[in-house]
């Protein structure tokens, strides 16, 4: 029975009172780097999603990832009491791509600073994964001269193949790169990036692939303007 006292005097001694102008000086400063981060997202990466929608998330998840650190450091009982709650919650987020999820861990890594009051540690790692990023668009440009995003996506009854795609593509455009390739029993969906030197091309381009099956939907996201 004493340990068992002792156990709880040990948790409620635990608790700490998060200085008030402290934590808001740290979600300002979480609101700022996500909405950073998120500009970041948009203009460098090279995810196939729309990158606009997904970066808007940025902000809103550094500012409660901090909020969480920074109520769950005050106490070794909320802490073991989180521990327990996100044995519960399942997130099942629709991550597609890599960079996605990358972007996200950072994102969570700029709360979880923050939220633990490294301010300084935070703002440093930010500083130099920013510049890596920034670095790494100038010198791979390995993707410059393709403008465009295309998904072509087909269902059954007629399911067309992806070979067949790829050399209507290869008749209209100057450069085909496959990104994305998903085959199932119902559906077959690809995404490619292109490059076309007129408006004519993809047009005639367009009309072609669906002549191949009346299910065929296809999805355009520009990159960079066309000629």
Known sequence: MNKFQSFQEFLTTQSVQVPIWNFIFNLILATLLGYLLSIIYIKYGTSLSNRRTFAKNFVLLSMT????????????ALSLGLVGALSIVRFRAAIKEPEELSYLFLTIAIGLGLGADQRLITIAAFIII??????????????????????????????????????????????????????IKDMLEASFLVEYDSIEQLNHCKSEL???????????????SIG
């Open 65 to 76: 990832t901090m909020l969480i650190i920074s109520i769950v450091k005050s106490s070794l």
């Open 130 to 183: 920013v510049t890596i990023i920034w670095l790494r668009n100038i010198f791979y440009k390995t993707e410059e001269n393709q403008n465009l995003h295309i998904t072509i996506t087909s269902h059954n009854p007629g399911k067309i193949e992806l070979d067949k795609i790829i050399e209507i593509l290869k008749r209209y455009c100057s450069s085909v790169n496959l990104k994305r390739f998903d085959d």
């Open 210 to 224: 669906r002549t191949l099956n009346d299910s065929v939907k296809i999805t355009f996201l520009d990159n960079k």
